[in-house]
Nanobody, 124 residues
Framework: QFQTVESGGGLVQPGGSLRLSCTASGFNLGHFAIGWFRQAPGKEREGVSCISTSDALTYYADSVKGRFTISRDNAKNTVYLQMNSLRLEDTADYYC?????????????????WGQGTQVTVSS
């Protein structure tokens, strides 16, 4: 079964930082653009960031631009999301997935191989 595995979530104070990691089970992440999404309670899953296969292209939601940085290490089969200056509204479950169809990086229906997510809680 192909799926991603997210890690690195936790509890952090506003203004703090976390680094999330996304690895793959059963497939090579390097073959796909990889996206990060998040879902807060009662809300739709939304796109946060995406990185192309060669990491030449990166995309960010307006709400995280300048605070989050996506990167990848294909040799380690891992994609990272560095999150700085965290805000209360960043609290959510964070997921990564492989972009397998289409051209809209923020459309969750263009992704597959979802993992179980990692919880990020920003609270004072």
């Amino acid at each position: 079964q192909f799926q991603t595995v997210e890690s690195g979530g936790g509890l952090v104070q506003p203004g703090g930082s976390l680094r999330l990691s996304c690895t793959a089970s059963g497939f090579n992440l390097g073959h796909f653009a990889i996206g990060w999404f998040r879902q807060a309670p009662g809300k739709e899953r939304e796109g946060v960031s995406c990185i192309s296969t060669s990491d030449a292209l990166t995309y960010y939601a307006d709400s995280v631009k300048g605070r989050f940085t996506i990167s990848r290490d294909n040799a380690k089969n891992t994609v990272y999301l560095q999150m700085n200056s965290l805000r209360l509204e960043d609290t959510a479950d964070y997921y990564c997935a492989a972009h397998i169809r289409g051209t809209n990086w923020a459309d969750k229906y263009e992704y597959d191989f979802w993992g179980q997510g990692t919880q990020v809680t920003v609270s004072s």
